[in-house]
């Protein structure tokens, strides 16, 4: 069975991009605009690992992962953040909220995919 | 692709500016309204943070100068004023402006734009900010593969990291960082499991080991850092040089093992001397002593271990005194070998029609110098198969113990040298091959057992020369393809008729056809829908061809026929009018003459009798519709193609010729029928042929044809 990954973006173009190079590289995929969205949708499903951008409405991507490591069932799921050269900040804020990693905005397919594998493993 | 995200992005981004002009207007009512001055902000960072993603670079840049005032803003730091929203309104009017412009995305700002840039600059100035803008390095991206590159002297590493007990808590898996550390070297991990409490105190969720890593590799103490970089706050990661070619070179010999466990730390220079006197196996005692844990030793242990090997490894491969080029160069190089061989080949047809001795003597120079330099360059690419072999025992060994199997894999010709791109390319085909075998080939012990066989099963890999190719087979003794199976399973799937009569050879080639599986449960192993279809593909795009052979209850045996290179071809000119093609030499079995009374005989049909047996025909004539007067007699050039005879009918065979294949430019991608071509000594070009695709389309045009008759016929 293929590995369930969400990404989280309030950029439709990001969001598509991450979803079509990660179901070309064999994964599952779901879709979230936000923070809130990503909690209303992801009780319900058997999600492997979250990719969170920060800046967004609603629940920016720190809420998001403040609340999935509250919750048991996520506790241990990684989460990668997209983060941008500029925020090293709000990158070290999300480090300490729990989150596994990084992506550093612009990067390439195969960059995410390599980091999908590094945190996944498969 | 790309193109279609970037249209996703720039309909996005006019969406954002719409947004961000409202809440623009709105803020100069409400200048102090928090959620606006965040709507604007990430706006300004989505357009920014897409963009660079899909290329637009200049906006980007322009962007992130709007961005830092308006972080700022959010921050209380510089205050809403008339002038920033009046900037702000003009810095989107040229976002806007940059999104249309397709030619320009990463060059220089206007002067407008510029204008615009020190504006926000002036006002972030006012501010004393301690927050300079920093033009955007955005290019910077952590992946461990970036330093993978640089050349880097061998070493031999000590690593250790001890993980904080909360590791885990941020979902966290050391086992994939471990993996990515294998992959960068020859690596010994030790687990060090000392510190793990007693059940009553254990916490399941903290994490109480630390590692212990030695690694050999020539990557560099950075990339070793790289593997552990989203860890690196919850860990600490020592990482220091043990071993290297200059400590080798020194004269320094192996570390003992007290001395190893002293240099990290973990025994005391007194307790090992203390040791050292009473002239024992020095970890038994110091075990036995109580002074040192078992599992630190272990580890110290392994890495004398690498130490050692790394310098026999070492050792050997200087013998062999080698040095190591990038592929490309060596790419370039066969490139312009091959313009140099066709370049010769018209200087000796000029020798030739000059009858000027003096020149005809250098031509010949040329030649045979030429001839020798394309020889060697060829062999400078070549590399033995063993090392593609050696992954796959690896695979046999975890298939076969996933699957409860005993398998043997025996290998020979390892030494068999291929074109470096061959045998890359020839992996995935192998996998599947030995993967197949594995799963569907061998069975279980106790079935072979039954079935009077040894319980263990064998699996054959080998390699030799054949001519100007490489013959490699797998062979398993396993159960053998049933005939008959293959049959029912190719009439329900509609690929033959029910009541088609086919030779053993054609039902085996069925197996090879998309879509064709007939595993009867899908395994974790194989049979999830990509079949053999997949590794005929890969073996086609190599020039290759692959042929089945298999006996019920006795076993498989795959062959695959492959070209040395895929930088020249073997292959024989023909001539169809003035048109010249290459066969590739490797499916041509003979070559006959067709009278014109034979072809009257087949009243019309594309077919002929050579000895006894009939074979079909190709008429490149009419395939590739060239229609200038025609000889008296032809000549069939008979191939074989998925395992069936099939003539291919020209003018006149020319000979053998042997030629630097050049890719078709782009504008002709869509023809299928040729591979690419090759230029003859006077500049005419030679098309080379892909014969699979030659007969199928063949195929093609005779069925059409045969379906326009019959509707004629009613």
Redesign the interface.
């Known amino acids: 069975m293929s590995k369930m990954i969400m990404t989280v973006d ?5 969001r ?2 991450v979803s ?1 190079t990660l179901k070309d590289a064999g994964y599952e995929v779901v879709e979230a605009v936000d923070g809130r969205d990503a909690l209303k949708k992801i009780p319900g499903l058997t999600v492997h690992m979250v990719i969170t ?1 920060l ?3 609603q629940l920016d991507g720190i809420g998001l992962i403040k609340e999935l ?1 509250a919750d048991a069932k996520f ?5 990668l953040m ?1 983060t ?3 925020q090293a900040e709000r990158k070290q804020e999300g ?1 300490s909220a ?11 397919p195969e ?1 995410l995919v ?2 999908v ?6 | 692709m790309l193109d279609q995200h970037r249209e996703t992005f720039v309909q996005e981004a006019n969406d954002l500016l719409r947004e961000l002009e409202e809440s623009l207007l709105d803020l100069e009512e409400k200048s102090t309204d928090q959620e606006l001055i965040g709507s604007i902000f990430r706006a300004l960072h989505t357009i920014k943070g897409s963009g660079s993603m899909f290329g637009y670079d200049k906006l980007a840049t322009f962007t992130h100068e709007i961005e830092t005032a308006y972080d700022l803003v959010r921050s209380g730091g510089l205050s809403v004023t008339r002038i920033l929203v009046d900037s702000t309104l003009s810095a989107c009017d040229e976002i806007r402006g940059m999104l249309t412009d397709d030619e320009d995305r990463s060059g220089a700002l206007s002067d407008a734009q510029t204008a615009i840039v020190e504006g926000f600059r002036n006002l972030l100035k006012n501010t004393h900010s301690d927050k300079p803008s920093a033009p955007t390095p955005d290019a910077v991206v952590v992946d461990a593969e970036v330093n993978s590159d640089e050349l880097q002297h061998e070493c031999t590493y000590r690593v250790r990291l001890t993980p904080s007990p909360d590791l885990f808590s941020n979902g966290t898996n050391l086992l994939p960082l471990f993996e990515e550390m294998q992959g960068l070297g020859t690596c010994r991990i030790t687990a060090q499991v000392e510190n793990i409490p007693r059940l009553q105190e254990l916490d399941p969720e903290a994490c109480y080991t630390f590692w212990d890593i030695a690694i050999n590799t020539d990557r560099g103490q950075n990339a070793i850092r790289d593997v552990f970089i989203f860890v690196e706050d919850r860990c600490r990661l020592e990482i220091s040089v043990i071993d290297s070619m200059e400590r080798e070179a020194d004269g320094k010999g192996y570390l003992k093992l007290g001395e190893i466990l002293v240099q990290r730390g973990d025994l005391s220079k007194d307790n090992m001397q203390d040791i050292l006197s009473q002239q024992h196996r020095f970890g038994e005692l110091a075990t036995e002593a109580g002074i040192i844990d078992h599992g630190k030793i272990e580890s110290a242990l392994q890495e004398q271990q690498l130490v050692r090997e790394a310098r026999d490894k070492r050792a050997t491969v200087e013998q062999a005194s080698t040095i190591r080029v990038p592929a490309e160069r060596l790419d370039s190089l066969i490139n312009m070998v091959g313009e140099l061989v066709t370049v010769q080949s018209r200087l000796t047809q000029v020798a030739n029609s000059s009858h000027s001795q003096a020149i005809l003597q250098v031509a010949e120079d040329v030649e045979r110098l030429t001839a020798e330099l394309r020889d060697n360059t060829m062999s400078i690419r070549m590399v033995p198969i063993g090392s593609a072999f050696s992954r796959l025992r690896r695979l046999v060994r975890d298939l076969s113990q996933e699957l409860g199997k005993e398998i043997d894999l025996l290998t020979e010709g390892a030494e068999t040298e291929l074109d470096k791109t061959v045998i890359e390319r020839l992996n995935d085909p192998l996998v599947h091959l030995i993967r197949n075998s594995v799963d569907h080939g061998i069975q279980n012990p106790q079935v072979r057992t039954a079935a009077g066989k040894p319980s263990r099963g064998t699996i054959r890999l080998s390699a030799c020369h054949s001519g100007a190719s490489v013959q490699v087979t797998v062979s398993d003794d396993g159960q053998g393809l049933d005939l008959e199976t293959i049959r029912l399973k190719a009439i329900e799937k509609g690929l033959i008729a029910p009541d088609a009569l086919l030779s053993e050879r054609e039902v085996f080639a069925l197996v090879l056809l998309p879509g064709f599986s007939t595993a009867q449960k899908v395994t974790n192993v194989s049979g999830r829908g990509v079949g053999m279809d997949v590794v005929k593909k890969n073996i086609d795009s190599l020039q290759g061809t692959i042929e089945i052979s298999s006996k019920q209850n006795i076993g498989t045996t795959i062959t695959l026929k492959l070209p040395l290179t895929l930088a020249i071809i073997d292959g024989l000119l023909v001539r169809v009018a003035n048109e010249f093609f290459v066969v590739p030499l490797t499916s041509i079995e003979e070559c006959v003459e067709l009278k014109l009374s034979d072809v009257k005989r087949a009243s019309g049909q594309h077919i002929t009798v050579i000895r006894g047996e009939l074979v079909p025909y190709v008429r490149l004539r009419e395939l590739f519709g060239i229609d200038e007067a025609l000889q008296a007699a032809e000549q069939i050039v008979i191939t074989r193609v998925e395992g069936n005879r099939v003539g291919i009918m020209v003018d006149e065979v020319v000979g053998q010729h042997q030629t630097v294949i050049k890719p078709l430019g782009r504008y002709y991608k869509h023809i299928n029928e040729v591979t690419g071509c090759s230029i003859l000594g006077d500049g005419t070009i030679a098309l080379i042929l892909d014969l699979a695709k030659v007969v199928k389309s063949a195929a093609r045009a005779e069925a059409a044809n045969y379906e326009n008759v019959q509707a004629g016929s009613v």
């Open positions: 309030d950029s439709a173009s990001v598509q991009m079509f951008d800046n967004m409405p490591r506790k241990f799921t990684p989460i997209l941008t050269e500029s480090k729990g989150a596994t990693g990084w992506i550093v905005k612009p990067f390439k960059q390599a980091t594998k590094k945190v996944l493993g498969c």
